[in-house]
T-cell receptor
């Protein structure tokens, strides 16, 4: 089956620093990737849609200048949390859409747990 | 706007009992997709099923079965003969856009199977 990886799996950083999270589709090309955020014991909320070669599309209420998304290749999307603060602590999950004629399927990464001190 | 409601926040059942997780959705589209995912304590989402709005046939996969009722906008999930390994948070999700698959998730149901 298709595999999506995330790196790092967890990260602890100081308030004010920036953190980059990578999402890779390992055995397929993904023109579209998604970034979700999940607070403890809550649901997943879509943050943005990442499109290869173009600007990401952010959901309402998500600050694009704080959560920088770059989808530079068909297998890699990165999410950078800039000037992180404790309220940004969360579980960040990416997914990659595998394009198949009439049968698009979305595969999720294992998630990255961010803790901002 | 689309919405997914999972009214059951937490459920506990004794091992070997059957359990049904409810999911009710709202959408304006006539074409949409419904999903169920399992999230064990490790956090990784495990895909269970995807169903399109034109296919109302119920589906069974081993101990899992799904009941899709368009008339009541429900897509319920039943686990028969539950096992401890079934303990997890289960999410129902909806996608309106064919080929896009932006997912709207429900709030999840935490299922605990008591040995």
């Amino acid at each position: 089956g298709a595999v999506v990886s995330q790196h790092p799996s967890w990260v602890i950083c100081k308030s004010g620093t920036s953190v980059k999270i990578e999402c890779r589709s390992l055995d397929f090309q993904a023109t579209t990737m998604f970034w979700y955020r999940q607070f403890p014991k809550q649901s997943l909320m879509l943050m943005a849609t990442s499109n290869e070669g173009s600007k990401a599309t952010y959901e309402q209420g998500v600050e694009k200048d704080k959560f920088l998304i770059n989808h530079a290749s068909l297998t890699l999307s990165t999410l950078t949390v800039t000037s992180a603060h404790p309220e940004d602590s969360s579980f960040y999950i990416c997914s990659a859409r595998r394009d198949r004629a009439g049968r698009d399927t979305q595969y999720f990464g294992p998630g990255t747990r961010l803790t901002v001190l | 706007a689309q919405k997914v409601t999972q009214a059951q926040t937490e459920i506990s059942v004794v091992e070997k009992e059957d359990v049904t997780l409810d999911c009710v959705y709202e959408t304006r589209d006539t074409t949409y997709y419904l999903f169920w995912y399992k999230q064990p304590p490790s956090g990784e989402l495990v895909f269970l099923i995807r169903r399109n709005s034109f296919d109302e046939q119920n589906e069974i996969s081993g101990r899992y079965s799904w009941n899709f009722q368009k008339s009541t906008s429900s897509f319920n999930f039943t686990i028969t003969a539950s096992q401890v390994v079934d303990s997890a948070v289960y999410f129902c999700a909806l996608s309106e856009d064919f080929g896009n698959e932006k997912l709207t998730f429900g709030t999840g149901t935490r299922l605990t199977i008591i040995p």
